[in-house]
């Protein structure tokens, strides 16, 4: 059984996925499912599951179809959603072996800035898209973290772990699902579930399965892993 504590003498940066991951749950889907009209973004998403569109055409194309308020969705994922329950002891255990952690998310900012608020994870970095909120109860989506080399995701995840590179010995990247394919590939060590666990999973890369965040706890800072 390898120790991999041999890490902490090497400046690393812990990036995460948010939907799948940090909340077990897929808030995004289930804003859609609440305050959208069901045929239209089960169409959409449909487009984007086959891989015809990107999320960023996807969300465009949803966007119209939604209904809500700022405080509609806050109180709907304070009400429905959650952080994974080990995820805090995971954070403090990153920030006393002096690691750095950033959440990189293909979702949106609405429900990421309400979840992590109110587990007093708030001073937590975190890249997503941003909705905008119209007086009359539309909303709209704008793109920050998009790329033009690619155009196709909402969020570009691989232009920002890029970015962070140059300042990071090691990247250990934990997700579930396909838009964290392209970021996974360039990261050093992979915490895998779902897709993503499949798509690395007896590849070159260093990749391990993991079923909430004790399991990356106990990998990651305790060795606890049979190779
Ligand atoms: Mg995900």
Known sequence: MEVISKWDDEKTLVVCDFDGTLSPRDMGYSILERFSMRNEWERIDNDYKKGFIGSREAYQKVAPTL??????????????????????????????????LIILSDGLDVYIEAMLSRCDLVGIRY?????????????????PYSSK??????????????????????IVYVGDGHSDFCPAGEADVIFGKGLLYERFSGTEKECYYYD??????????NGDHQD
Not at 127 to 142: C, M, P, Q, R
Not at 212 to 221: G, K, R, T
Request: proline fraction near 1%; charge should be positive.
């Open 127 to 143: 890249y997503a898209n941003k909705v905008v909120f119209g007086d009359d109860g539309s909303l709209s989506i704008e793109f």
């Open 149 to 170: 080399n690619c155009g196709k995701c909402g969020n570009c995840k691989l232009s920002t772990l890029k970015k962070h590179r140059r300042s990071y010995a090691r």
């Open 212 to 221: 909430d965040f004790s399991d990356v706890e106990n990998i990651l800072y």
């Open 67 to 100: 209904r809500a308020t700022r405080r509609e969705i806050i109180e709907y994922v304070l009400c429905y959603g959650g952080i994974d329950p080990h995820f805090e002891s995971f954070y403090r255990r990153s920030f006393n072996s002096g690691h750095d």
